[in-house]
């Protein structure tokens, strides 16, 4: 292969090219690349923003702060604390190896998927009835929807594999966490319980990407799909069953002084009777609603806005100026103006 020769125009072009590139050389080093490398090297020091402090460097000393704990009691034991830390780890790894496992097809999808949804059901009823911290609840909830996919996954047969393994690991290290979280939590306490208030705040929030997308996705699918249909007959007592099951969810709410679930608990009931008579039509037509309706929004704001009388406009400007409202423009209402 004959190797290829950098021409002389090209060589010539080649400062122009690197002129038009610079400005975002230098954005990305002077706005990204320097900000990420001075925060990790300031992460070991104790830069504190503060002059006086003299500049050292503290090792880990930072990360132990924010992540690490420390014992409460007379009693405590390092290897409770080891136990709990070493379980959640193996946990969340044996996890992220179930879904491996459902997404390569290994054997045994189905039942473990099946033994992950028994356990995360089980977690969220006993944090409901203990009282527990709903950060539970959600670990509980996360670890269902993972059981879900697995025995929900209509290619796999009901039969025993190497699937198994992640997920029986999962319901053992879910077990010993539940076993030690007193001994734990009465013997230890985070060093900066903010760190991990915010850090827990952050997955929540976090969770909502996806979560969108999957609903989002579902819902497509839903309206993806027509209802069955019946005879005319049948969907009008549909429709009429559903209006009257509306109107009997907003009477009992309003009489116990929840108005607002009641209007949306009859909003509900006619969105479903719509459904039974025009099939998914209704459905496509009232998720398209928002796309135009915006508009008109944005339209009587606009009109709003330039009003002669009353509009904020003509307001302020009779508010700042001397004069009547009556002599300043008339806006949308004059077809001078």
């Known amino acids: 292969m004959r190797k290829k020769l950098i021409t ?8 122009a090219v690197f002129g038009f590139l610079l400005p975002n050389i230098l954005g990305f080093l002077l706005f990204t ?22 500049l050292e460097w503290v ?94 996954h209509g290619e796999q047969v009901w039969r025993a594999g190497r699937a198994l393994v992640p997920a029986v690991i999962a319901v053992g290290c879910m077990a010993l966490l539940w076993l030690l979280h007193d001994a734990m939590w ?22 909502g990407i996806p979560l969108n997308i999957a609903g989002s996705l579902g819902l497509a699918l839903l309206l993806n799909e027509d209802l069955p249909s019946g ?8 429709l009429g069953l559903c209006l009257l099951s509306g109107a009997v969810t907003f009477v009992i709410l309003w009489h116990l002084k929840s108005p607002d679930f009641g209007l949306i608990g009859f909003l509900l009931w006619v969105v479903a009777g719509l459904g039974l008579a025009f099939n998914v039509v209704s459905f496509r037509t009232l998720y398209y609603l928002p796309t ?17 009388q009353t509009g904020p406009i003509n307001v302020g400007l ?15 209402s004059s077809y001078v103006w």
């Open 59 to 152: 090792a880990l000393r930072n990360f132990s702060d924010l992540m690490g704990m420390r014992g409460v009691g007379a009693e405590s034991s390092l290897a409770i604390c080891v136990a709990y830390c070493a379980s959640a780890i193996v946990l969340v790894a044996a996890l992220v190896f179930f879904l491996w496992a459902r997404l390569t097809e290994w054997d045994g999808v189905r039942p473990a998927g099946s033994l992950l949804l028994g356990a995360g059901a089980g977690v969220v009823v006993l944090s409901l009835i203990s009282g527990a911290n709903h950060g539970y609840v959600l670990a509980g909830l996360i670890i269902m929807l993972l059981g879900v996919s697995g025995a929900a």
């Open 8 to 15: 002389g125009e090209q060589r010539r072009l080649t400062p």
């Open 292 to 308: 135009f309706t915006s508009g008109v929004a944005v339209m009587i704001l606009w009109k709003s806005l330039y009003n002669p």
């Open 231 to 238: 005879a005319t007959r049948r969907k009008i007592i549909s």
């Open 33 to 54: 690349l320097f900000p990420v490398v001075l925060s990790f090297v300031m992460a070991f020091t104790n830069w504190s923003l503060k002059p006086g402090v003299e």
């Open 318 to 332: 009779a508010g700042l100026f001397p004069v009547d409202i009556d002599a300043l423009p008339k806006w949308l």
């Open 186 to 207: 009465n013997t230890f306490e985070p060093r900066d319980v903010r760190f991990w208030k915010f850090f827990y705040n952050t997955i929540y929030l976090m969770l």
